[in-house]
């Protein structure tokens, strides 16, 4: 019971992969919808448009304090009131990807008010909607700016997805415990679980890292002068 077996992850191996590949489903799609209401959430917030900005300052501001097991259990236990039942991977999905949108759209947010807002004016003088320049000119450049911002959100997110386990969501904490419960080897079974998640946070870490060393390059290229300054030639030298 004080040591470690990893012959647990043998015995049991069906429920570990199981929950495992659970986890990477959920984690996948909290990604992806985050990342998308994220940003739609982070335009509204600077909005010229009073109610979106209003709708947008205030959705963030409210689910960013509150803890996310209470977004879970707003799904998982507050819409059946509503006559809405989702199981426990649906309500654990959609709580997880509304509290990382929120962190995700404060990051591009700042990245947007980094770059300078000449840019924007510059866009809408050229016939751009607001829209249409947000998405082809300051967003690509914000998240560049704030990517190691989003890709640590990213990583909170795949190791807050064990959430699922309080509301049953199948994921890999959830199998893990009954696992544990029917083994009674915790010290086993939770290491094992730890490197679980390791395989899946260490190469998106490495990943995160590479992307930001490789955007640094392009933009530090970019800031190149182009092709060798013309030298001056001496006073008083006649060319033939």
Do not use: C
Not at 34 to 58: D, E, H, M, Q
Not at 174 to 189: C, M
């Amino acid at each position: 019971m004080g040591t470690l077996d990893f012959s647990v992850l043998f015995r049991h191996s069906d429920r570990f992969f199981e929950g495992f590949l659970n986890t990477i489903q959920v984690s996948v799609m909290a990604l992806i919808g985050s990342f998308v209401l994220g940003a739609i959430l982070a335009i509204f917030r600077i909005s010229p448009v009073k109610p979106l900005n209003w709708f947008g300052t205030a959705f963030v501001e409210f689910i960013r304090n509150i803890p996310l097991l209470i977004v879970v259990f707003f799904f998982y236990l507050g819409l059946p009131s509503l006559g809405i039942s989702l199981d426990g991977f649906v309500a654990g999905t959609l709580g997880l990807t509304i509290y990382t949108a929120v962190f995700i759209a404060e990051a591009i947010r700042a990245g947007i008010q980094t770059v300078p807002r000449g840019q924007l004016e510059a866009a809408r003088s050229s016939g751009l909607s607001y829209v249409q320049a947000m998405n082809l000119i300051i967003l690509p450049q914000a998240i560049k700016i704030v990517l190691p911002s989003i890709g640590n959100q990213f990583i909170n997110l795949v190791k807050n997805s064990s959430i699922l386990a309080v509301v049953a969501g199948m994921d890999l904490m959830y199998f893990a415990d009954i696992v544990n419960s029917d083994t009674f080897q915790p010290l086993s079974v939770y290491t094992i679980v730890a490197l679980f998640y390791l395989t899946l946070t260490l190469p998106l870490s490495f990943l995160v890292h590479y992307m930001e060393r490789r955007f640094g390059q392009s933009d530090a290229e970019a800031r190149k002068p182009k092709g060798k300054p013309k030298k001056n030639k001496p006073a008083g030298q006649v060319t033939m």
